[in-house]
């Protein structure tokens, strides 16, 4: 059975209640909820991991091989505008990497607008709210119906 990680960096366990105006008010449990209900439909095991921690997220990325992970889809958070440790995690490992953000970056501060991760990725999707992330789901399990 195919296995997509996903992952969800800082200030990401607060979905819900953090910045509703921006980020919407459904939590990071509905969120994964959703993803894990679109993949098992599929016949496609999920697992999640969040961390506010840069270390604790490269590791995971790390592990994913030998874990047997086929797909990762990152929300790496503000991580993704300054991590070069986490954009050379994704690059160390085979595994492809799908980058999401709920906002729309490019339309925010212009800190937000570079993403150090980009150039290492598959591809990115933003700007959906939740539906980046199930649009991501979507793309990932295309990828793997089309390698079997
Ligand atoms: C985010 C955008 C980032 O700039 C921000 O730091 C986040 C969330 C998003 O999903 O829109 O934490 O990745």
């Known amino acids: 059975m195919n296995k997509i990680l996903v992952m969800h960096g800082p200030n990401l366990n607060m979905l ?21 209900e679109q993949a098992a439909a599929a016949g496609v095991e999920t697992e999640f991991y969040q961390s506010n921690y840069e270390g604790g997220l490269i590791d995971r990325i790390q592990q994913a091989p030998e874990q047997a992970i086929d ?5 790496a958070g503000a991580f993704t505008h300054y991590s070069i440790a986490l954009r050379d995690a994704i690059a160390s490992v085979e595994v492809p990497v ?40 979507f793309t990932a399990i295309k990828k793997l119906q089309a390698e079997e």
């Open 71 to 75: 797909f990762i889809i990152l929300n």
């Open 16 to 36: 819900g209640t953090r910045e509703p105006e921006i980020y919407g008010s459904t939590t990071l449990q509905d969120i994964n909820a959703m993803l894990r």
């Open 98 to 137: 799908i980058e999401v953000h709920i906002s729309n970056v490019h339309t925010r501060e212009e800190f937000r607008h570079r993403s150090v991760i980009a150039p290492v990725v598959m591809g990115q999707i933003l700007g959906f709210g939740v539906d980046s992330y199930s649009a991501a789901m």
